[in-house]
């Protein structure tokens, strides 16, 4: 068993897919869905620390990846960072409204994506209180 973090990559293009697993493996347990509905049922089987899910699909698209689950609660814990070629503000405030942690533009630079996962992966210290003396 291993004790390194999952990520589920979702995205239609399998050289999208191919090239973000040869980036991640090494870091972590990477699984792969190649649809929007494929990422909903691994999102209700087994749901990964971090979902990397792509916007434009054909059928269900990432907004309604984000929309299905809110409404179905599913997944309450992973981290999601959308995935888009298209960077206008209304997509940004879009998919952080429906619950996305991040948005990354297309082409994905390994280096930036490995950051943003350790990021967002990263254990929360809690805040420390002033000592009074």
Same mark, same amino acid.
């Given at each position: 068993?291993?004790?390194? +973090?999952?990520?589920?990559?979702? !995205? !239609?293009? +399998? $050289?999208?897919?191919?090239?973000?697993?040869?980036?991640?493996? @090494? @870091? /972590?347990?990477? %699984?792969?869905?190649?649809?929007?509905?494929?990422?909903?049922?691994?999102?209700? $089987?087994?749901?990964?620390?971090?979902? $990397?899910?792509?916007?434009?699909?054909?059928?269900?698209?990432? /907004?309604?990846?984000?929309?299905?689950? %809110? @409404?179905?609660?599913?997944?309450?814990?992973?981290?999601?960072?959308?995935?888009?070629?298209?960077?206008?503000?209304?997509?940004?405030?879009?998919?952080?409204?429906?619950?996305?942690?991040?948005?990354?533009?297309?082409?994905?630079?390994?280096?930036?994506?490995?950051?943003?996962?350790?990021?967002?992966?990263?254990?929360?210290?809690?805040?420390?209180?002033?000592?009074?003396?």
């Amino acid at each position: 068993m291993s004790t390194l +973090p999952e990520i589920l990559v979702v !995205d !239609d293009d +399998p $050289l999208v897919r191919e090239t973000l697993g040869c980036a991640l493996d @090494q @870091q /972590f347990v990477v %699984r792969f869905a190649a649809s929007g509905d494929e990422a909903i049922a691994a999102l209700a $089987l087994d749901p990964p620390a971090v979902m $990397l899910l792509d916007l434009d699909m054909p059928g269900v698209d990432g /907004f309604e990846v984000l929309e299905v689950r %809110r @409404q179905r609660r599913l997944a309450a814990r992973t981290r999601v960072v959308m995935l888009s070629a298209d960077d206008d503000e209304r997509s940004v405030l879009r998919s952080w409204v429906l619950g996305a942690d991040s948005y990354l533009t297309k082409p994905i630079d390994a280096a930036h994506i490995s950051a943003r996962l350790r990021t967002l992966l990263a254990p929360v210290e809690p805040a420390r209180t002033p000592s009074t003396a």
